[in-house]
């Protein structure tokens, strides 16, 4: 249309004092309509809009951000090293169900990888400067206090998982691992196991304490020694580690819990080198069901973890507050974990 050509500037590419002056309100209040600020009617508001699409403005993301002080991004912040981040399946499916409901949105995710020292207190620097509108935090640690520092920043934030402190005061979405651990145990012990093990998981992390806590509730209620534990780190080699640990403290184990899938997978492997049938001469039960269960030789009796579906809603709690929404700041909600039986025990 000639119309709409003439209003345009002399490059082409309309301007917001254009679509204002065609709207025929001020600069200001085009500049509010536009990039979502308040106090513009709805009169104004649809001028502004019919303007819009008129001479095909394209507004600035920068001009937007000065308006609504919102970055579009999200971080999510996992305090481990990039090795375990890009092999471990937990944190595929995590940022599977992140980036999930952030497309909805047409929200950026900013990954934030850190370890404790000086990339910690850069990725704190980070936070505190607002370069991003929230931030989800997925499998911290004790020391990290991450709790803490996002609360006293009053960043609008969601873990995956119960965090150590502050967790009155922060929202979490996490699954009931005292249960799983209790789950994961008394499978065995229906299955006349005596002489149970487990391979816990790191105890600076609520998760492997509270399934190692699960374990022994179910042990005691048997009547069943807890004698036999090993910590592991969440990994295959550690679940290598512990086991043979294990084996060599207590040849006479019948089952082990292992806290994760892939500590299970690594202790499966020194089972048959060491000439013990699974699950003939010992039974074993891992933790997650996330895709390695599946793959091992027999295929590994497991608690699942619905960790998909804890990002998708932790991610959803995040931006409720993002949005202004000041109750569910300091929300939990907890999933229950499901025994899924398969050939291992």
Not at 138 to 153: F, N, P, Q, T
Not at 255 to 272: E, H, P, Q, W
Not at 282 to 308: C, F, H, K, M, W
Request: glycine content about 8%; charged content about 25%.
């Amino acid at each position: 249309m000639e119309g709409t050509r003439s209003l345009a500037g002399p490059g082409g590419s309309p301007t917001l004092d254009e679509v204002a002056r065609l709207a025929g309100v001020s600069r200001a209040t085009a500049s509010r309509a536009i990039n979502g600020g308040n106090r513009v009617s709805s009169q104004a508001q649809t001028a502004v809009d019919d303007a819009v699409r008129a001479l095909g403005y394209t507004p600035n993301p920068a001009a937007r951000s000065l308006v609504t002080r919102r970055t579009d991004s999200v971080g999510l912040v996992v305090p481990e090293p990039d090795e375990r981040v890009f092999s471990d399946p937990f944190f595929a499916r995590t940022l599977r169900g992140v980036t999930r409901v952030l497309a909805e949105r047409d929200l950026q995710l900013v990954l934030l990888l850190t370890r404790p020292g000086e990339e910690e207190a850069r990725m704190l620097r980070y936070l505190r400067n607002r370069h991003i509108d929230g931030a989800l935090v997925v499998s911290h640690h004790r020391s990290d206090s991450l709790a803490d520092h996002l609360a006293a920043l009053d960043l609008p934030c969601a873990f995956v998982g119960r965090p150590w402190t502050s967790a009155d005061k922060v929202a979490y979405v996490d699954t009931d691992n005292l249960a799983g651990g209790r789950q994961g145990a008394s499978a065995l012990i229906e299955r006349g196991c005596r002489r149970i093990a487990t391979i816990a998981g790191p105890d600076d992390m609520s998760a492997g304490v509270d399934r190692l806590e699960g374990w022994r509730s179910a042990m005691r209620e048997a009547g069943l020694a807890t004698d036999a534990v090993v910590h592991g780190d969440f990994t295959e080699r550690g679940g290598e580690i512990a086991a043979t640990t294990l084996l060599e403290r207590h040849p006479d184990v019948d089952g082990i819990v292992a806290a994760s899938d892939l500590m299970a997978a690594g202790a499966l492997r020194v089972l048959t080198a060491s000439g013990r049938s699974v699950p003939g001469d010992v039974a074993l039960v891992g933790y997650d069901d996330l895709g390695v269960a599946e793959r091992t030789v027999p295929q590994l009796t497991t608690i699942r973890n619905p960790i998909s579906e804890m990002a998708e809603q932790a991610t959803r709690l995040l931006l409720q507050q993002i949005d202004g929404d000041s109750s569910v700041r300091a929300m939990r909600v907890i999933y229950p974990p499901t025994l899924v039986r398969r050939d291992s025990a």
